[in-house]
């Protein structure tokens, strides 16, 4: 039997997350997939708890280690909104859905989720007061592209990730952008 590395751990904690929600995310379960013994998890974790706790961590340093690299050329920062809509909705974003459930019944994954939320804001901020120059204009825009983008994505039925791209040129058409 290989032996996982914690990392392993994180990203198939993230596949079992967004296929079966928090209460599918167990060391068993984990394991199985993995195809080692429960004793690999101990390896790297204390226990569930200390496991969730680096599974947020993971989620959210996914986000906030690409927007410490953000380019300094703000003429660059709209198309990099338009590559970051394009692949918004792919499977790599499934884990934030079962993420942002946990985080309306977890302190701890609120808090998670409100700091990526934060950066996440604030970049598309940045992005449209370069483009509008306009303090207001630009939080008003920020703030409705942010409820399109988490609404798509935790709304019911979902809306496909056509529709959401299209959603996103008719903001971008409405505002000349």
Do not use: C
Request: no cysteine; hydrophobic share 40%; charged share 25%.
């Amino acid at each position: 039997m290989t032996r996982k590395s914690k990392q392993d751990w994180l990203e198939q904690g993230l596949q079992i997350l967004a296929r079966d929600g928090l209460n599918g995310l167990t060391i068993d379960r984990m394991a199985l997939k993995l195809g080692v013994t429960k004793g690999s998890f101990y390896h790297h974790f204390k226990n569930i708890r200390h496991f969730e706790e680096q599974l947020l961590s993971h989620w959210a340093n996914q986000y906030l280690s690409t927007a410490a690299s953000l380019p300094e050329d703000k003429s660059q920062l709209l198309p990099l909104l338009d590559t970051i809509m394009e692949e918004t909705f792919t499977p790599i974003t499934e884990p934030e859905i079962a993420i942002r459930m946990w985080a309306h019944q977890d302190e701890r994954a609120r808090q998670f989720v409100e700091r990526v939320d934060a950066v996440r804001r604030g970049f598309v901020l940045e992005v449209f007061r370069s483009t509008v120059g306009d303090e207001q204009q630009a939080g008003l825009m920020a703030d409705m592209l942010f409820a399109l983008t988490i609404g798509s994505l935790t709304s019911l039925p979902r809306i496909s990730p056509e529709r959401v791209l299209d959603l996103y040129r008719e903001f971008k058409r409405l505002y000349n952008l």
